[in-house]
């Protein structure tokens, strides 16, 4: 066959794909959008989700249901997000565990840059340090003080979650050895620290803030460089006993890998919209961080490519131990989002 034969076939083949996905893009949504939350309910991320569901269901014109769908650190979860069809009806809702877990875990079942299509950024999140009210620990540095003088252990709600990576952070910045427990939510995490089954478990404000007025828990400190303006009498892990502390999480919503662009555009305009809510804006405004907006094209191409960072938690455990896999980090707009610093 001619050169020229086969070049004008790929150019049919090539403008009838374009056509297709044009199409596709017209029609879209016709029916139920799935957002898989791959941590139980409760927690921030969940949250986060279901606001974001809720405006997006109102724009679109069709129900945007959340299903949580927990496990292996998140990895279950995403793998049928991975697995599914790239048509945009079924997203996922992520959280630091998805940059964490290639380094935390020896295999996975996906690849975690390259089977997933970015749609947007939506927030970055703080992480407030409970201790039980039994606890003789009332600051930062009298806690690891604490530490040092027995075995204690913490919870998380899950291995690669932002409560496990800031507690290891703060444990290696400290110097001090803690057993980890993770749980499948944040409210049995919640509860295993107010029965003092737990000596420690970062949370963050928007299910934090309620317990610690209720006088359920006890604040010793808040993960990120300012107070927040919401409980100003709760100080940096930094300025209370751990200096140069300092880690930030982040939430935001993939699609399967070559889900089309006119798809990908249409989503991220309705997230857009959606963290502009009032019941967004106050959230995040409890959480002591403005929205992460972001413009038509975000997260495309070298903006979401992942960078490293050193990490001590191995690959498949919970302790930190000497020994650096690399935790690759997101990247939105030339900005890192995630644990910052290193576990050393």
């Keep these: 066959m001619p050169a020229s034969v086969l070049r004008r076939a790929w150019l049919s083949v090539g403008l009838m794909l374009a056509l297709s996905f044009q199409a596709m893009a017209q029609d879209y949504p016709n029916r139920t959008i799935k957002m898989i939350v791959p941590t139980g309910a409760g927690g921030i991320t969940d949250i986060l989700a279901r606001l974001v569901a809720r405006s997006m269901s109102d724009q679109l014109g069709q129900?945007?249901?959340?299903?949580?769908?927990?496990?292996?650190?998140?990895?279950?979860?995403?793998?049928?997000?991975?697995?599914?069809?790239?048509?945009?009806y079924t997203l996922l809702m992520v959280f630091p565990s998805h940059a964490a877990n290639p380094a935390l875990y020896a295999s996975l079942p996906y690849d975690s840059e390259k089977d997933f299509a970015p749609i947007s950024m939506v927030t970055r999140v703080s992480e407030i340090l409970l201790v039980p009210n039994s606890s003789p620990a009332r600051s930062v540095k009298a806690f690891i003080e604490f530490a040092r003088k027995q075995p204690l252990n913490y919870a998380s709600v899950g291995v690669g979650s932002l409560a496990h990576l800031a507690t290891e952070l703060f444990l290696s910045s400290a110097g001090v050895k803690m057993t980890h427990i993770a749980y499948r939510s944040v409210p049995e995490a919640q509860q295993a620290v107010m029965t003092d089954q737990v000596s420690a478990f970062f949370d963050t404000p928007v299910t934090a803030l309620p317990q610690i007025?209720?006088?359920?828990?006890?604040?010793?400190?808040?993960?990120?460089?300012?107070?927040?303006?919401?409980?100003?009498?709760?100080?940096?892990?930094?300025?209370?006993?751990?200096?140069?502390?300092?880690?930030?999480?982040?939430?935001?919503?993939?699609?399967?890998?070559?889900?089309?662009?006119?798809i990908i555009d249409r989503l991220n305009a309705a997230i857009q919209v959606a963290l502009k809510t009032p019941e967004m804006v106050k959230l995040l405004t409890e959480q002591g961080r403005a929205r992460r907006q972001q413009s038509r094209g975000a997260?495309?191409?070298?903006?979401?490519?992942?960078?490293?960072?050193?990490?001590?938690?191995?690959?498949?455990?919970?302790?930190?131990?000497?020994?650096?896999?690399?935790?690759?980090?997101?990247?939105?707009?030339?900005?890192?989002?995630?644990v910052r610093g290193s576990l050393h």
């Design 63 to 88: 129900a945007v249901v959340i299903e949580n769908r927990t496990g292996a650190g998140g990895t279950i979860g995403t793998r049928a997000v991975a697995q599914a069809e790239p048509d945009g």
């Design 213 to 262: 007025r209720a006088g359920t828990v006890t604040a010793l400190g808040i993960s990120t460089d300012k107070r927040l303006t919401i409980a100003p009498d709760i100080p940096t892990i930094a300025e209370a006993g751990l200096p140069g502390y300092e880690v930030v999480g982040w939430n935001g919503v993939l699609a399967p890998a070559h889900t089309p662009r006119p």
């Design 299 to 338: 997260c495309d191409g070298d903006a979401c490519r992942y960078r490293k960072m050193e990490t001590r938690v191995p690959r498949g455990g919970d302790q930190a131990a000497i020994g650096s896999p690399l935790l690759p980090l997101p990247v939105l707009h030339g900005e890192r989002v995630g």
